[in-house]
């Protein structure tokens, strides 16, 4: 009698899932089924179907707990592993063999008192890790963090932008030249020298009038916030030193952690293991890391404001620019209408009082 007539006649199908060959990611799927009291995985795909993927007995077969919703793991003896949501027919096969005790997590989750006691101790204990090991954890992780991961993740995000929102900038050269001669003159006065910074000019596109830092030390300046600046060169070198000091202070990098961090905390509340820290690292860590909190921006404001001090260059040109966001673009709120730099009414007069106590200061020494 033929493989398949043998197993239709004596299988018990337990489950529906996909299954994982061993040590591979690749999916298959298939189903789980008590096949003359082995457990056996089956191919449901068209052209293998009922294919035999794994089986073996119960005692070298691992079954995960029963966690809320996350996907039973049923872990062979070749370590392939087979994956199903059908948590109740999983629990219903162990109970047929008096292996119904559910995982402890899932027994605090059916009992309301308890999952309720259990949800309130969850939230505090993400809530202080948010608060206190968090910032932490991300102080330490700036401090270790090798150059080369700026690197990879400013040519990752640069390239992001290129492909999807930037386009080739139409500037004359004459302008481009004139901007980069007068930029480089304040970041030979940033940490690291003029060496550290590279200037890309980029078509803004739908970005609009902007300028911003990837955490490597590339700055991106837009064709249109040049246009909105007119002939205020000096406003466009402010906003660049602006951009300098979120370098300097490795606000991108605190940014990345931050938000992967919070993910992980996500993760470890709903119970999804899947790949969201890893696509914040690598795919959406660098467009995360350039909207940055109050304190940032405003320390950012301060470094340009000294920059250009030490430059022999307006301090205070940098108002100016806040001066266009509430004229020209009519931004009058306490939040800008460009994400990556909130706050311009405030923001303004702060960088005018700074630059006057840095003048201050310089007449009394």
């Known amino acids: ?17 996909v299954w994982h060959p061993p040590h591979s990611s690749r999916e298959v799927v298939a189903r789980l089924a008590d096949i003359g009291g082995s457990l056996t995985v089956l191919s449901d795909e068209d052209d293998e179907k009922d294919k ?15 966690v809320g919703s996350i996907p039973r793991r049923i872990v062979f003896g070749n370590e392939s592993v087979f994956e199903t949501r059908d948590n109740d027919a999983i629990d219903a096969y162990l109970e047929s063999r008096g292996e119904g005790r559910s995982g402890f997590v899932h027994r605090l989750e059916i009992v309301r008192p308890r999952m309720i ?3 309130v101790a969850t939230i505090l204990l993400a809530s202080t890790i948010y608060h206190y090991a968090l910032p932490a954890l991300v102080e330490v992780a700036v401090l270790v963090t090798p150059p080369v991961v700026p690197e990879i993740m400013s040519v990752g995000t640069l390239k992001t932008l290129d492909q ?5 900038s139409k500037l004359s050269d004459a302008k481009r030249k004139d901007i980069s001669d007068q930029f480089e003159k304040v970041a030979a006065r940033a940490e690291g020298g003029a060496g550290r910074y590279k200037l890309n000019f980029r078509d803004g596109g739908v970005i609009g009038p902007n300028a911003f830092a990837l955490p490597d030390g590339n700055l991106v300046l837009t064709d249109q916030l040049v246009d909105l600046a007119g002939e205020d060169t000096e406003m466009i070198i402010a906003v660049l030193g602006h951009e300098i000091g979120h370098v300097e202070y490795k606000h991108s990098l605190r940014q990345l952690y931050r938000a992967a961090g919070v993910a992980g905390l996500v993760m470890l509340i709903a ?3 899947g790949s969201g820290v890893q696509d914040v690292l690598t795919q959406g860590g660098g467009l995360l890391a350039l909207s940055y909190s109050r304190s940032a921006e405003a320390q950012a404001d301060r470094r340009s404001v000294e920059l250009m001090q030490t430059a022999g260059m307006d301090p205070t040109a940098l108002s100016r620019f806040f001066d266009l ?12 209408m460009l994400s990556t730099h909130p706050g311009t009414p405030e923001r303004k007069q702060a960088i005018l009082d700074y630059a006057k106590e840095l003048r201050d200061k310089k007449l009394q020494s």
């Open 164 to 168: 999807t929102a930037l386009g080739p």
């Open 325 to 336: 966001l509430e004229t020209k673009l009519n931004d009058h709120s306490d939040t800008s």
């Open 52 to 66: 035999r993927l794994a089986w073996g007995i119960r005692s070298d077969i691992e079954i995960s707990p029963r």
């Open 1 to 17: 009698m033929p493989m398949g007539s043998t197993l239709a006649s004596d299988e018990t199908t337990i489950a529906t899932g």
């Open 117 to 119: 006691a259990f949800a």
């Open 271 to 273: 119970g999804d293991v």
